[in-house]
């Protein structure tokens, strides 16, 4: 089943129900500009937009990606780190393969394999900048906490998985505050986004204001002076753990305090 998780105007972008995504967990600029988002697919990447046609497909050999464009209308479609099972010229529909998800050389160590997707006008399909603002579709998906309480169900080489304790309710993420859901690299990338118009908030015991608004509603939070006793936390859309870039012990109860200013 197909869900929406974003508009661009009239156009939907859709992904697999048991599928994950992110607007902020990245340092690629157009995530902190609201024009990109990353699917995390169980298997193929998928074609999320009604129809379109391939009109490019690019090996960029320095990072050892590909690019993929995918003309929809009067828009374009942009698409890295997936090895292509398609080719230019094949008209393609909703959910179709267009490849596998590989590991680029631009992924931190902690970044697992993702499709990573923009809207952009045809004329300016190749930059990291430009691209147009995404509309995130807030779902009540997974249970949500506030309290920063988490258990560790996972240990991996560069990350621990860990679920919140104590969830309130449901929300697009696992992390909520003052009733609204959070996502991204905290603080390792620097800022988060919040789904909603936000002034201030409280994260992992810290009081922040609001850097910027973005068109498409949601508040973008500076955490670059934000301490944490770990490297970070990832949170992510429509996933129910969180990530902690930290080392410890399957079955570990941890609760995340912060420290700093978080201006």
């Not at 661009?8 to 697999?16: A, D, H, N």
């Amino acid at each position: 089943m197909m869900i929406t998780i974003g508009r661009v105007g009239y156009i939907e972008l859709k992904v697999p129900r048991d599928s994950y995504w992110s607007f902020f967990n990245s340092p690629y600029p157009g995530h902190k500009e609201g024009t990109a988002v990353d699917v995390y697919y169980t298997d193929h990447a998928l074609f999320p937009l009604e129809e379109g046609k391939v009109i490019e497909v690019r090996r960029l050999p320095i990072k050892g990606d590909y690019l993929i464009v995918i003309k929809s209308g009067k828009l374009c479609l942009k698409v890295l780190h997936v090895a292509p099972s398609v080719s230019e010229g094949e008209t393609i529909v909703l959910g179709d393969p267009i490849g596998i998800p590989i590991r680029s050389n631009f992924f931190c160590p902690w970044t697992d394999n993702h499709a990573h997707y923009e809207i952009r006008n045809c004329g300016d399909p190749y930059r990291a900048r430009g691209g147009i603002q995404i509309t995130p579709i807030v779902l009540r998906a997974v249970k949500a906490t506030n309290t920063g309480e988490f258990e560790v169900v996972e240990r991996t080489d560069n990350y621990c998985l860990a679920r919140p304790l104590k969830p309130k309710e449901k929300q697009l993420t696992p992390v909520i505050s003052k009733g609204f859901p959070i996502e991204g690299g905290i603080p390792h990338y620097g800022y988060f986004g919040a789904f909603g118009n936000v002034k201030e908030l409280d994260i992992f015991g810290i009081r922040l204001t609001r850097e910027a608004l973005l068109k498409n509603g949601v508040s973008v939070f500076n955490v670059r002076d934000l301490v944490l006793p770990i490297k970070g936390v990832g949170i992510y859309c429509n996933y129910k753990f969180v990530k902690l870039l930290g080392r410890f012990e399957e079955g570990a109860v941890i609760r995340i305090c912060g420290a700093g200013t978080g201006i």
